[in-house]
């Protein structure tokens, strides 16, 4: 899987962006005080909201 | 389960894969929500003692934000330098400040607690107390991921509400680093919540919910006005901070010098995906071909770039749908007969071959109030720019519009800045400046920009109740 949070862009330049890979893998869900995976049958039914 | 991919609008790559709340994790969520206010001791807790975790959450924010910054550029593309310096600092100063809002809410006493109609001769005592509201659902945009988050969750928890937390699915980035910002605080368990998913699905179930006791948006009026329509079975408050189509004056009498660089900065500041971009410029005729010259000449200058360069002042639009969008309107502002002045076409970035959704900035002159480049929310640097002749002409241009979130006036004649600031038929007016943003003061709009306020103290009456008491003292 891609995931440039745990691997900074190589053309990233900013000196004071120093972008440290969250300690939290990102496809996760936070409920009553606990990191969880998303159950399945969901869909991906956006609309625009901005 | 995992949805798509999030990409990034610097280069269209992929970020990263983020997860999609089913309709099992929104009641879930629900759940430990509504429990955690029920039976919890959050909503009791010492006023004091919300106000520490409050301060807490600002801390790890001011510990974190070149972290929060570089998220927030490379999921939505705003410069690096603006999101360090405006969006993540002030995301602290906004926890920060309604820690201080937790102790400061009160009841009061009335003068009618010895009621002389009530059958029973009484000696009466009358108090109010201002009470949480319970489940706060807060749906937040695609363009301030972190401030607009901010702005409904803390003070949302500082009144003693629980939260529920649903980031644009095109930007969840900095919600999810929140949220860890928010466990690593100490906040009781299911006091907050994030669910990540698409705003067809994870929304709606939110905003239908029964166990959900109010809604706090920010997002386009359409959206806003399925919200309320959906809430309305459930009687659900609602707070909503929607689109705008502001205009931003400039009289012959103004300090053009300053007038031209807030101008840039209304229209241009994140890449004009801002509900308050001073999109009609409002000008007068005698100055308008002068400043029109100079304008462009300033714009043709902002050059798009990689924002996580530190000296990108202007990025790539947020995704395929806002550039699309963008370069409809253009296309829009041809057919109905303005000029193009400048830009009007993509950008593409020597280092990036080709990839990103970036957009120059883009001007249009000899236009008229009536074309839909100055009816319609673009959410982009489109800037129209339209004459008047006289100080009513002006207002009457300016409040000509569905909006009212905000207005600029430049005029260095104080009796006409009130004057015409009074005028105006917007939730904000900015007089020879724009943009100005502060924790302490409120925002919000008139008219189809929406209804309840963020910032300042003024908000708390959107995440509180009260509660009238009466004692018989007789």
């Keep these: ?50 | 389960m995992a949805g798509p991919p999030t990409i990034t609008p610097i280069d269209e790559s992929e970020i990263t894969t983020v997860a999609q709340a089913t309709e099992s994790d929104v009641e879930s969520a629900v759940a430990a929500a509504r429990i955690a206010f029920d039976e919890g001791p959050w909503p009791g807790l010492n006023v004091h003692a919300r106000a520490k975790v409050l301060r807490r959450i600002a801390e790890l924010v001011e510990q974190n934000l070149d972290e929060l910054a570089y998220l927030e550029t490379l999921d939505m593309g705003k410069p690096i330098a603006m999101s360090r310096a405006i969006d993540a600092p002030m995301t602290a100063q906004i926890f920060h400040y309604y820690a201080g809002m937790a102790t400061q809410l009160e009841g009061s006493t009335r003068g009618g607690s010895s009621p002389t109609t009530h059958p029973f001769p009484v000696a009466g005592l009358n108090y109010t107390e201002r009470e949480p509201l319970g489940v706060v659902a807060a749906i937040t945009p695609f363009n301030f991921p972190l401030l607009l988050s901010a702005t409904k969750i803390a003070p949302a928890l500082a009144a003693g509400n629980c939260v529920i937390h649903k980031p644009a699915s095109l930007t969840p980035l900095s919600a999810i680093r929140i949220a860890q910002i928010m466990e690593e605080a100490g906040l009781p368990n299911g006091v907050f919540n994030l669910i990540t998913g698409p705003g067809g699905r994870v929304g709606n179930q939110l905003v239908e919910h029964p166990a959900i006791n109010k809604i706090a948006f920010t997002g386009s009026t359409a959206v806003g006005k399925g919200i309320i329509a959906r809430s309305a079975e459930t009687l659900k408050k609602t707070t909503m901070e929607l689109g705008g189509k502001s205009a931003n004056i400039i009289f012959a009498d103004a300090d053009l010098d300053t007038a031209l660089e807030h101008a840039w900065f209304s229209i241009f500041y994140n890449k004009g995906e801002i509900c308050t971009a001073g999109s009609r410029m409002l000008l007068e005729r005698s100055i308008h071909d002068e400043f029109v010259e100079r304008f462009a000449a300033r714009a043709s200058t902002t050059i798009p770039g990689n924002p996580l360069d530190p000296t990108t002042t202007f990025g790539p639009l947020a995704d395929a749908n806002q550039f699309k969008k963008v370069s409809e309107y253009v296309q829009y502002g041809l057919e109905d007969g303005a000029r193009l002045r400048l830009g009007g076409k993509p950008f593409h970035p020597d280092s990036l071959n080709g990839k990103g959704y970036y957009y120059l900035p883009t001007i249009f002159t000899e236009a008229t109030n009536q074309m839909r480049i100055a009816r319609d929310e673009i959410f982009g640097p489109v800037l129209t720019v339209i004459p008047f002749d006289t100080e009513d002409e002006a207002i009457r241009l300016a409040n000509d519009t569905d909006y009212g979130l905000a207005s600029g006036i430049h005029t260095l004649n104080l009796k006409r800045a009130h004057r015409v600031a009074r005028a105006l038929r917007a939730g904000t007016v900015w007089v020879n400046t724009y943009n100005m943003f502060d924790a302490t003061t409120p925002f919000g709009g008139y008219k189809s920009s929406g209804f309840g306020r963020e910032g300042g103290p003024e908000v708390m009456e959107n995440y509180t109740q009260y509660k009238s008491v009466w004692i018989d003292l007789s």
Excluded: F, H
């Design chain 1, 1 to 50: 899987m891609v995931n440039q949070l745990s691997t900074p862009r190589a053309d990233e330049t900013a000196p004071k962006a120093t972008p440290q890979p969250p300690a939290v893998e990102p496809g996760l869900l936070y409920i009553d005080g606990a990191w969880r995976e998303a159950s399945d049958g969901g869909t991906a039914d956006d609309y625009p909201d901005r």
